[in-house]
């Protein structure tokens, strides 16, 4: 076989894959912008025959969708930034810092990554429940201030800085802070931007921990708002479609525009140290 004709076999199947994946999304989307029933015809339509925003006015303006809009991209935020302001400096100490046990204890994190989920959730949501936090934001953040793969990642990526940079700032008196602000943090610049979108993608779109942790509805993230509206408009395909539109969108588009930066520290994090 030709080297051309290898290439463009490749490239077909890849273009194939791509259209399979994709296929569903724009799927959704037409559906999206569908008149009220019409996604149940048979044979059911590809293209809507007249395109209308009905159903995304009624989202925002009866569903309540702009509130959980907001709540969603509120707690995904806030997880994002202290989560990266915690897992940054837990990660530089693993790689960087001498102290007892600490070979020890990265051991012990990595050992919990085999631990499921699912059976803290019970002993973390009596913990909530004694210090006041369920059924506030702070029940979905305070949970994921810190995460032992975004440790790991960190300690990965930051093993691989001179030590003679910081030995340097010692000598001319610098303290450990400064350090940390003025010349490990610059070096860590593309696995900031890796985590803060591994994070953010991990909160916007995590269903179970706030389903139980967020009892009332008005702290509903979209997800749970999705869900809720499913069981009320379980006939309305294309409202419902809407709504998965308005959940995904945001964070496809943010993928998309920083995923070379994401794959980049990634795959960098992942061969260091």
């Known amino acids: 076989m030709s080297p ?14 791509a259209a399979i ?29 007249h395109p209308t925003l009905a159903n995304y006015r009624q989202l925002f303006l009866n569903a309540g969708m702009g509130r959980y809009l907001v ?10 930034v202290v989560s990266l302001a915690f897992n940054l400096m837990a990660g530089y100490a693993f790689a960087k810092l001498e102290f007892k046990g600490r070979q020890r204890l990265f051991q012990v994190l990595l050992g919990a990554l085999v631990i499921p989920a699912q059976v ?10 004694y210090m006041g936090l369920v059924n506030t934001y702070g029940a979905v953040i305070v949970p994921a201030l810190a995460t032992i793969f975004g440790i790991f990642l960190v300690r990965q990526y930051a ?3 001179p030590d003679d940079l910081m030995e340097a700032a010692r000598i001319d008196g610098a303290g450990e802070f400064r350090i940390f602000a003025t010349i490990v943090m610059p070096l860590l610049k593309p696995i900031m931007v890796t985590l803060a979108i591994f994070t953010f993608l ?8 706030p389903l139980i942790a967020l ?13 809720s509206l499913s069981r009320e408009h379980v006939q309305d395909s294309e409202l419902m479609m809407a709504g998965s539109v308005v959940t995904i969108l945001p964070v496809l588009v943010l993928f998309l525009a920083l995923q070379r930066y994401y ?5 960098m994090g992942s061969v260091k140290g």
């Open 202 to 209: 991990a909160a916007w779109n995590d269903f179970m921990w």
């Open 21 to 49: 994946a994709i296929a569903p999304l724009l799927y959704m989307l037409s559906v999206s912008f569908m008149p009220q029933g019409e996604a149940s015809a048979l044979p059911p339509p590809i293209l809507p025959t």
């Open 120 to 129: 803290a959730m019970l002993p973390l949501f009596l913990l909530l429940k």
């Open 159 to 161: 093993s691989g800085i």
């Open 215 to 227: 009892t009332g509805q008005e702290h509903y993230t979209l997800p749970i708002a999705l869900a």
């Open 4 to 17: 051309r004709l290898a290439k463009a076999l490749i490239n077909g199947l890849l273009i194939g894959a």
């Open 71 to 80: 709540n969603s991209l509120l707690i995904s935020t806030a997880i994002t």
């Open 263 to 267: 794959l980049e520290g990634l795959l």
